[in-house]
């Protein structure tokens, strides 16, 4: 089965410079979630996308941005980086009419490690 | 506010042991969806189960086994006969119904299991 696709697995950046990760859902999933995780942290929520408008926001920079697109794939831009940014990054989709079935299962990627120097 | 506590930031047994983690939730809702995660060292999400605020059945599936307590706002998870390829963090998460079904993830507990 196909799953959520997240490239790069790796990135390293130095600081100050920009980077841009980006995100595949699952085929037919409209709603796209991306998450923070700093070394032993658990994930933080950052945004959620529903049908490419942004439905939620958590703790996310002003330095970051991110969007969904007409094919539902999603970019999280980050600029200005800062060695606190270093972690790794979840992109993680649904399917909203599964919400209420209660079907709804965030499906996770297996993240992108961004390193700041 | 959505809120999950895992009390237990490390867990460390021996081959075959059993092992217990403990959650406890805080949620306004009176819908809502509670997870656990496992993380193994190699750093993705593995989905382990999904259950819902009506469901309170306990469920077992191999050598896993979960126990759902309304009444206390708990949903703890049991590995049996642990095995070395369990070791990893594991996450609760409770997903807010109200706000897009995001999950709030607890703290996490790395379970280490010795040979």
């Known amino acids: 089965a196909a799953g959520v696709i997240q490239s790069p697995r790796h990135l390293i950046k130095e600081k100050r410079e920009t980077a841009t990760l980006k995100c595949y859902p699952i085929?037919?999933?409209?709603?796209v979630y991306w998450y923070q995780q700093g070394p032993g942290q658990d994930p933080q929520f950052l945004i959620s996308?529903?049908?490419?408008?942004?439905?939620d926001k958590g703790s996310i920079p002003d330095r970051f941005s991110a969007q969904q697109f007409s094919d539902y794939h999603s970019e999280l831009n980050m600029s200005s980086l800062e060695l606190g940014d270093s972690a790794l990054y979840f992109c993680?989709?649904?399917?909203?009419?599964?919400?209420?079935?209660?079907?709804?299962?965030?499906?996770f990627g297996a993240g992108s490690r961004l390193t700041v120097l | 506010a959505q809120k999950v506590t895992q009390a237990q930031t490390e867990i460390s047994v021996v081959e075959k042991e059993d092992v217990t983690l403990d959650c406890v939730y805080e949620t306004r809702d009176t819908t809502y969806y509670l997870f656990w995660y496992k993380q193994p060292p190699s750093g993705e999400l593995v989905f382990l189960i999904r259950?819902?605020?009506?469901?309170?059945q306990n469920e077992i599936s191999g050598r896993y086994s979960w126990n759902f307590q309304k009444s206390t706002s708990s949903f703890n998870f049991t590995i049996t006969a642990s095995q070395v390829v369990d070791s990893a963090v594991y996450f609760c998460a409770l997903s807010d119904t109200n706000n897009d079904y995001k999950l709030s993830f607890g703290a996490g507990t790395t379970v280490t299991v010795r040979a």
């Open positions: 085929p037919r999933h409209d709603t």
């Open positions: 993680a989709s649904s399917e909203f009419q599964d919400r209420d079935s209660g079907a709804n299962v965030l499906t």
């Open positions: 259950r819902n605020s009506f469901d309170e």
């Open positions: 996308f529903y049908e490419k408008m942004q439905s």
